[in-house]
């Protein structure tokens, strides 16, 4: 059974840990992530979750998501989703999330990464994932509307695209 900690508002661990599925206790938060690789053409990899996951079955989705575990940073949370849903092995020692969005249970850093990934070399499918591609932001919202995408808000599906070309706030 997944052990995830547990945050406060200001997210700073409390040193209480919970089992995946229970209900939080008030003012109490976990911390989830969301890795979104882009190729050169500006597309993003999204991945088909598998027919047998608790949530979103069959659904095309972002492409990796997933808590850290218990004693896990958002980096290391990052790098074991990745290789566990798509079989890449990537380093995010020194890279912080691109978007961080708070949400009623916790906290959910978003990584935002160009990088071309051949997909034929991929282990697919897995546990997790039974197929990927890559998708342009019109193709996404399409899915969205047509049901076979989770739900996500069209605002934070831009703002990922937006943001695989911006270091900081600011136009340079």
Same mark, same amino acid.
């Given at each position: 059974?997944?052990?995830?900690?547990? $945050?406060?508002?200001?997210?700073?661990?409390?040193?209480?840990?919970?089992?995946?599925?229970? %209900? !939080?206790?008030?003012?109490?938060?976990?911390? *989830? /992530?969301?890795?979104?690789?882009?190729?050169?053409? =500006?597309?993003?990899? #999204?991945?088909?979750?598998?027919?047998?996951?608790?949530? +979103?079955?069959?659904? +095309?989705? /972002?492409?990796? =998501?997933?808590?850290?575990? %218990? =004693?896990?940073?958002?980096?290391? %949370?990052?790098?074991?989703?990745?290789?566990?849903?798509?079989?890449?092995?990537?380093?995010?020692?020194?890279?912080? @999330?691109? *978007?961080? &969005?708070?949400?009623? $249970?916790?906290?959910?850093?978003? $990584?935002? /990464?160009?990088?071309? &990934?051949?997909?034929?070399?991929?282990?697919?499918?897995?546990?997790? &994932?039974?197929?990927?591609? +890559?998708?342009?932001?019109?193709?996404?919202?399409?899915? #969205?509307?047509?049901?076979?995408? #989770? @739900?996500?808000?069209?605002?934070?599906?831009?703002? !990922?695209?937006?943001?695989?070309?911006? /270091? =900081? %706030?600011?136009?340079?």
């Amino acid at each position: 059974m997944e052990m995830w900690d547990v $945050y406060d508002k200001d997210r700073k661990l409390t040193g209480k840990l919970m089992r995946r599925g229970d %209900a !939080l206790e008030q003012d109490a938060y976990h911390l *989830v /992530i969301h890795v979104c690789l882009f190729n050169q053409l =500006g597309e993003m990899l #999204i991945q088909q979750r598998q027919p047998d996951k608790d949530n +979103w079955q069959n659904m +095309w989705d /972002i492409t990796v =998501g997933g808590s850290a575990l %218990a =004693g896990e940073t958002s980096q290391q %949370a990052a790098e074991r989703e990745v290789e566990e849903e798509i079989g890449l092995v990537l380093n995010f020692q020194n890279l912080r @999330p691109s *978007v961080t &969005v708070n949400f009623e $249970y916790g906290f959910d850093d978003y $990584y935002v /990464i160009k990088t071309d &990934v051949n997909l034929s070399k991929l282990p697919l499918p897995t546990e997790e &994932v039974s197929q990927v591609k +890559w998708a342009t932001k019109e193709a996404i919202f399409n899915f #969205i509307s047509e049901g076979q995408f #989770i @739900p996500y808000h069209e605002s934070l599906i831009s703002l !990922l695209f937006d943001t695989r070309h911006m /270091i =900081g %706030a600011h136009k340079n």
